[in-house]
């Protein structure tokens, strides 16, 4: 039998969860990148790219739709621009100003309020 590619473990919060001891997931605020996963061990929150990995690993369908369409495509630009571009930059010996570019690149989620960019 070949090993399993789903993981026996996901981190939410600060806490290492079984997958076995999982017994709900509340995707109601993932727009807001926000799950509540309740386990065995009581009900944790978790934000950000950690409750993407977890949906990704538990039940990938929950992105489907029109409920988070900008995680689709949203590298694109930083994938076809921000690289390209800052390797030329780094090329030419301007890393601060490819840093720049490529940080600036890097999606924020609609719907999520974004820290303010330097």
Do not use: C
């Not at 017994?23 to 799950?35: A, P, Q, S």
């Amino acid at each position: 039998m070949p090993p399993s590619t789903s993981p026996h473990f996901v981190l939410v919060g600060d806490k290492i969860v079984n997958v076995a001891n999982i017994t709900h997931v509340d995707y109601r605020d993932i727009e807001e990148l926000r799950v509540v996963v309740s386990h065995r061990g009581g009900m944790d929150m978790a934000t950000g790219t950690q409750a993407i990995e977890i949906v990704m690993a538990l039940n990938p369908a929950a992105f489907e739709g029109k409920r988070l369409q900008w995680l689709r495509h949203a590298w694109a630009l930083h994938n076809f621009v921000g690289h390209p571009v800052m390797q030329l930059l780094s090329f030419m010996g301007a890393y601060r100003l490819a840093l720049r570019v490529h940080d600036r690149t890097v999606p924020r989620p609609l719907g999520v309020k974004s820290r303010k960019r330097s």
